[in-house]
């Protein structure tokens, strides 16, 4: 149950981040619906450039991302066997 309102929560804000970014008579769900695999590689090229340009810190912010999500689930994990 908690994943599945995390996974809301992360839905919404990507979409509120693009809706922010992207005109409003932009429909892009639309889009990527009727065009997947252009939408694909669009974000490919974009992740290829974002990555060429902001490499190291994206890896920064990735890997301290996935350290603090690891630990949060070790704890709740041995959380769950102690108690």
Same mark, same amino acid.
């Given at each position: ?15 509120? &981040?693009?809706?922010? *970014? @992207? ?15 252009? +939408? /694909?590689?669009?974000?490919? &090229?974009?992740?290829? *450039? @974002?990555?060429r340009s902001h490499g190291p810190a994206v890896v ?6 996935? +350290? /603090?999500?690891?630990s949060k689930n070790v704890s709740d994990a041995l ?5």
């Amino acid at each position: 149950m908690e994943d599945f309102v995390l996974d809301e929560v992360r839905h919404s804000t990507v979409d509120d &981040l693009l809706d922010e *970014l @992207l005109p409003e008579e932009l429909d892009w769900q639309r889009l990527v619906r009727t065009y997947p695999i252009p +939408a /694909v590689l669009l974000a490919a &090229l974009g992740g290829f *450039l @974002l990555g060429r340009s902001h490499g190291p810190a994206v890896v920064a912010a990735v890997s301290s991302f996935a +350290a /603090v999500e690891v630990s949060k689930n070790v704890s709740d994990a041995l959380g769950r066997e102690i108690g």
